[in-house]
């Protein structure tokens, strides 16, 4: 049973780029959840997708963007970089019907713009 | 305003101890919070989940508690080992089970033989 993955692993970009990372739920489940983790941070809720619409966002400019396709993977897509944008991008997924269990982590994407 | 606070210094302790961490939270009403264990460049991993009714709960050398009175959760890990070295974090789930987490910055727990 393969867990969450997310693609690439590490990434560099200059300031003003645009980058988008990847992320595949483990299997059976439809919700996708993206975090944004600063270095000595604890991660900070980007958005969540269920039925390939953004339900829930957390504090976030509208430079940050996502879908999610029919086969419940999900895209996140930062506009227009910033040096703060740096950071492990963290994908995580769950299953609606079953609320109050935990979510699942991929093991992250590390940004770096420069 | 909202906060999330775990002890900000790192925990240091002997094998075989117990190591205790604290989440204290200010201005937040949640149903649910969670423990997670993450390892240097990694994503978290779930330890635990606590719900608002539960006191306490156990999973093998793992335990958590959850005041609402007080706004904290402790985390215990019993009979510790080094590869228990980790940096443990504390989220709260706004979201009424739904996974909107909120985390706080991460405890970094050292295990020494």
């Known amino acids: 049973d393969a867990g969450v993955t997310q693609s690439p692993t590490h990434l560099i970009k200059t300031r003003g780029q645009q980058v988008t990372l990847r992320c595949s739920p483990k299997s059976g489940h439809d919700t996708v959840s993206w975090y944004q983790q600063a270095l000595g941070q604890g991660p900070q809720f980007i958005f969540q997708y269920y039925e390939e619409e953004e339900r829930q966002r957390g504090n976030f400019p509208d430079r940050f963007s996502g879908h999610q396709f029919p086969n419940y993977s999900s895209e996140l897509n930062v506009n227009a970089l910033l040096l703060g944008d740096s950071a492990l991008y963290l994908c995580a997924s769950s299953l609606v019907v079953l609320p109050r269990t935990e979510a699942f982590f991929g093991q992250g994407t590390r940004l770096t713009v420069v | 305003s909202q906060k999330i606070e775990q002890n900000s210094e790192a925990l240091n302790i002997q094998e075989g101890k117990t190591a205790t961490l604290t989440c204290n939270y200010t201005n937040y009403s949640p149903a649910y919070l969670q423990w997670y264990r993450q390892d240097p460049g990694r994503g978290p991993v779930f330890l635990l989940l606590?719900?608002?009714?539960?006191k306490e709960k156990r999973k093998e050398r793992l335990k958590v508690t959850f005041d609402t009175t007080l706004k904290q959760s402790l985390f215990h890990i019993t009979a510790s080992q080094p590869a228990d070295s980790a940096t443990y974090l504390c989220a709260l789930d706004l979201s009424g089970g739904y996974n909107k987490l909120i985390f706080g910055a991460g405890t970094r727990l050292a295990v020494h033989p």
């Open positions: 606590i719900r608002e009714n539960e």
